[in-house]
């Protein structure tokens, strides 16, 4: 199959006649051109009219497993606010763990892991955990 070219499908007494670099499809009924449609339309409507079972198909699912990472960012002002005036805030950025198993030792990740469960079942507060840290800075 050419992905430049024409292509048609037919469905019963409709043809739908596309190019896969093209917005639009070209839907026939008994052999005359009814209409222009937008593929994202066509889409849509698919998707309405189906059946959930049918609407999950059509909407592609995945899972990824995240690390959460919590930072504390500490900026000293010059200017503008009171001089010498300490400002904190606070940064959380989720990562994909296989990026954070790539960067990290086997130990580190098991330390994180084991915090991550301590914390959901309860048995640490958020204070206590231990935070992963950037080994490239220090």
């Known amino acids: 199959m050419t992905l430049n070219k024409s292509q048609t499908f037919t469905l019963g007494e409709v043809k739908f006649s596309f190019n896969p670099k093209s917005k639009w499809i070209r839907v026939y009924v008994k052999g005359a051109k009814v209409k222009m449609v937008l ?8 998707y309405t009219i189906s059946q959930v079972k ?17 930072r504390v960012h500490t900026i000293k002002a010059t200017k503008d606010i009171k001089e010498g005036e300490i ?4 940064c959380h950025v989720d990562v994909p763990l296989t990026i954070v198993e790539s960067t990290l030792t086997a ?29 490239s800075v220090q």
């Open 54 to 70: 049918a609407q999950d198909d059509l909407i592609p699912a995945f899972k990824k497993e995240m690390m959460q990472f919590d």
């Open 107 to 135: 130990g580190d990740v098991a330390e994180i892991r084991q915090n991550a469960e301590r914390k959901a079942a309860g048995v640490i507060n958020s204070s206590e955990a231990v935070k992963p840290v950037d080994k």
């Open 87 to 90: 400002i904190k805030f606070h």
């Open 39 to 46: 593929k994202n339309e066509l889409w849509l409507m698919m």
